[in-house]
């Protein structure tokens, strides 16, 4: 894992520079997310975890409250 991500270094696709001027941005306005993406890379992978989490979220969503107390 180590060897893949330093093999990375120079193609990744954001440009670490823009990335810094992005973090810097937010933290002097004092506001924006809880957690900032940075590069669109990212923004995917996230989007894919957040759409695999709400279709595991809507399968469930018959079958969640079984394990609930009767009183609950």
Do not use: C
């Not at 954001?14 to 997310?33: D, H, L, M, T």
């Not at 695999?52 to 009183?71: H, I, V, Y």
Request: a negative charge; aromatic letters at 2%; hydrophobic letters at 40%.
């Amino acid at each position: 894992m180590t060897e893949n991500h330093l093999k990375l270094q120079g193609s990744q696709l954001g440009n670490p520079v823009k990335g810094a001027e992005a973090i810097i941005r937010q933290v002097v306005s004092g506001e924006g997310p809880l957690r900032q993406l940075l590069g669109s890379d990212a923004h995917a992978y996230a989007t894919a975890k957040v759409d695999a989490l709400r279709a595991n979220l809507e399968a469930t969503a018959q079958t969640a409250d079984a394990t609930d107390f009767a009183d609950a």
